[in-house]
């Protein structure tokens, strides 16, 4: 079992930056690959980005390339999403999610585990 808690959330305006993390506790973190999702209102949890589980392989919607960097700190037990440049439609809440495998980690289906989620918000 693996408990992930997000953190870094919060209210923001378009052109900002936010730095959300994910702690992980429960087996040893550098076996998972870690992946972050988002839900707007009305909308479907979709992906943003993932990384494999040494850190040397990362992956973006393209929605969000250019723009955000996913990151992992193993020692810490962490993984991060640097969000720059910040659009209206960023708005969502935002989940990361670990995977045992490290096939396909940019589709929702394949991670075993997922966080309670932290809100971000843009304002134009």
């Known amino acids: 079992q693996v408990q992930l808690v997000e953190s870094g959330g919060g209210l923001v305006q378009a052109g900002d930056s936010l730095r959300l993390s994910c702690a992980a506790s429960?087996?040893?973190?550098?076996?998972?690959?870690m992946g972050w999702f988002r839900q707007a209102p009305g909308k479907e949890r979709e992906f943003v980005a993932a990384?494999?589980?040494?850190?040397?392989?990362?992956y973006y919607a393209d929605s969000v390339k250019g723009r955000f960097t996913i990151s992992r700190d193993n020692p810490k037990n962490t993984v991060y999403l640097l969000m720059n440049s910040l659009l209206p439609e960023d708005t969502a809440v935002y989940y990361c999610?670990?995977?045992?495998?490290?096939?396909?980690?940019?589709?929702?289906?394949?991670?075993?585990?997922w966080g309670q989620g932290t809100q971000v918000t843009v304002s134009s």
């Open positions: 999610a670990a995977d045992r495998g490290e096939s396909y980690i940019w589709t929702m289906t394949v991670y075993d585990y």
């Open positions: 990384i494999n589980r040494i850190g040397d392989s990362t």
């Open positions: 429960g087996r040893p973190f550098s076996n998972y690959a």
